[in-house]
């Protein structure tokens, strides 16, 4: 017995559409059905992009939502508006599921407005952390769950993502934009942070948090969390510091190292083990995240599994940002 066809929708049609769509494209458990964005502009710049996709376009969401059925609705805004457009996607009662591309909101009190919309709702939503999905990681968490580092004490990660010299302009790139919801915390520290609480299990109980101010936002910031079972994460992230992307897991009889963390669409990776006795590295063949993501959603709908990231963990998530933000301001560490 075949599975069924999904059906997915786009909800914005900038740069990170276009990983969705072609995960979507790649997919045979999947259909690109709609896609809709407030400027016309941008679907015209997504219509040259991908001649390919024949779905129909809306300059509203309403109306798609009125006019086409869809199953998973994946949100591909500006940060800044992914609670607005979540919340409208669940009270419609007119998609099932809710892909939410990172940050999953601005701020712990609009994610929890979006998750009660969506508990009000038939459907179910998950933060779009792609690097979930991806054999390399799911191998490094069965090894930490194997036990065979002992006990896990401190996680280094980096996410630095700079190739020279550049002005950080915020009209050029939203990631510089206050208003859209830039800086370096929602775009490139997300991924380490929640890796880091992933990785421990918990939310952290201390947070401490430095950073390099830009025009309008964060452009690189230093973050130590602390954990209550005692473990430590280093986090340095930067769009101002030549690109790396990395972690290092620590036990204290062993540890686990790969430098290609996170944005490694179609190219093998690798991840070493590192023991007294021991090196050991494990190859992955080249493969899209993004895809595996997507079809993890299909999983959900069918019944087949929960979700890896259930809504209670992304407020977790935003807590913890929440903290970070709180501990530029204060220079001082903050509890949770």
């Not at 299909?298 to 890896?308: F, N, S």
Request: glycine fraction near 6%; include cysteine.
């Amino acid at each position: 017995m075949s599975n069924p066809i999904h059906r997915v929708a786009l909800v914005g049609t900038g740069g990170i559409s276009r990983a969705h769509t072609e995960a979507s494209l790649r997919s045979d458990r999947t259909e690109l059905v709609a896609l809709c964005d407030v400027s016309q502009d941008s679907v015209d710049r997504y219509r040259e992009r991908h001649p390919e996709v024949e779905a129909p376009a809306y300059l509203d969401m309403n109306e798609m939502l009125e006019k086409e059925e869809i199953d998973i609705a994946v949100i591909c805004t500006w940060g800044a508006f992914h609670a607005e457009v979540g919340a409208g996607l669940a009270r419609s009662n007119r998609v099932k599921a809710i892909l939410c591309e990172k940050p999953f909101t601005q701020t712990t009190r609009e994610a929890e407005h979006l998750v009660a919309a969506v508990n009000d709702s038939d459907a179910f939503i998950a933060e779009a952390f792609k690097f979930r999905h991806h054999p390399m990681h799911l191998k490094a968490r069965e090894l930490i769950d194997s036990g065979i580092l002992g006990d896990l004490m401190t996680l280094r990660s980096t996410f630095f993502t700079a190739n020279g010299r550049k002005e950080l302009d915020p009209a050029s790139n939203w990631r510089f934009n206050k208003a859209k919801g830039g800086g370096s915390i929602y775009d490139l520290a997300c991924y380490n942070i929640h890796h880091a609480r992933w990785t421990f299990g918990e939310d952290p109980a201390e947070v401490f948090a430095t950073h390099r101010p830009g025009r309008e936002v964060d452009e690189s910031a230093i973050i130590q969390l602390v954990f209550p079972s005692g473990g430590v994460a280093e986090i340095s992230v930067g769009f101002d510091t030549y690109s790396n992307q990395e972690f290092r897991i620590f036990g204290n009889e062993g540890s686990l190292h790969s430098d290609a963390a996170w944005n490694n669409e179609n190219r093998p990776t690798w991840l070493d083990h590192y023991s007294p006795n021991l090196t050991q590295r494990y190859h992955f063949p080249a493969c899209f995240q993004f895809q595996f993501q997507l079809e993890h959603m299909c999983d959900v709908l069918e019944g087949k599994t929960e979700h890896r990231i259930p809504p209670e963990n992304s407020l977790g998530q935003m807590r913890t940002i929440d903290a970070i933000y709180e501990s530029f301001e204060s220079r001082k560490a903050v509890v949770l």
